[in-house]
């Protein structure tokens, strides 16, 4: 299994931004990982140009589950993928939370990523509340159960598990929590789209930098990262991908 450091710009980056997208490529022409960077709608093109011909995929934050329409605001999986993304990241927890997205909502827009070609990146994770009532696979098992797309392989798949009270605090959970999780995700995958749920990559995400990469990568069923905040600037994000691509 290839392995993928994600970073997700969220409402970040500019024209001038595509600065450090160069940086990245050429500090990283042959990488042994996957890498990918999900930008604004408003810089999926150009960041797609600049990518073009490297080893960096582009994919956009979210998308839209009908293919057109009287949806004013929104933007289609296809319009994604004409633009140049490969991906689309649904689910995140800042979606959830801002646009009172669910499970089935979630679910209904990674079908439509599939239609029109893309890998959907499918984002669960827990608030503070639930891992201190202890309800953490509860909560994780039944959003991956209701996200996931029919359908779903390992080519198309990618789930990121994000616990809420992670991102963007610099708190993380432990390495022995991230690796209950991943284990219970990897089974329950098994039990949702059988065989293939062992090659479909499982990112931790939340507060992911430097200089935590190297033991996170090295937990069992890590397959990579989605990286927000770390994911801005060339030498940290070149950093995660320096590091999963060692792990
Ligand atoms: P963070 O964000 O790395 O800034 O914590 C992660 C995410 O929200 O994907």
Same mark, same amino acid.
């Given at each position: 299994m290839q392995k993928l450091a994600a970073g997700n710009w969220k409402m970040n980056g500019s024209v001038a931004a595509l600065a450090e997208v160069r940086a990245i490529i050429a500090a990283h022409p042959s990488p042994a990982c996957d890498m990918l960077l999900c930008p604004p709608a408003t810089l999926v093109g150009p960041m797609a140009q600049t990518a073009k011909g490297s080893k960096l995929m582009v994919g956009g934050q979210d998308c839209h %589950?009908? #293919?057109?329409? #009287?949806? $004013?605001?929104d933007i289609s999986a296809a319009m994604l993928a004409e633009a140049g993304a490969t991906h689309v990241i649904l689910g995140h927890s800042e979606r959830r939370t801002?646009? #009172?997205? $669910?499970d089935a909502m979630v679910r209904a827009k990674a079908e439509a990523a599939l239609a029109a070609g893309l890998v959907a990146v499918v984002c669960i994770g827990e608030t503070e509340a639930e891992r201190n009532a202890g309800q953490t696979l509860a909560v994780i098992g039944r959003q991956l159960d209701g996200s996931i797309p029919a359908g779903a392989t390992a080519d198309t798949l990618v789930v990121a598990y994000e616990p809420v009270w992670a991102i963007g605090t610099g708190r993380t959970p432990t390495l022995t929590e991230i690796g209950e999780v991943h284990g219970f995700l990897r089974n329950r995958l098994k039990g949702l789209i059988g065989a293939a749920a062992m090659s479909v990559r499982l990112l931790y995400g939340g507060s992911v930098k430097p200089s935590n990469a190297d033991e996170i990568f090295a937990?069992?069923?890590?397959?990579?990262a989605l990286v927000g905040? %770390?994911?801005?600037k060339a030498g940290d994000f070149g950093a995660i991908i320096a590091a999963l691509s060692a792990a």
């Open positions: %589950a009908k #293919a057109s329409g #009287a949806h $004013t605001g801002d646009h #009172a997205e $669910t937990v069992p069923d890590v397959d990579g905040g %770390a994911s801005l």
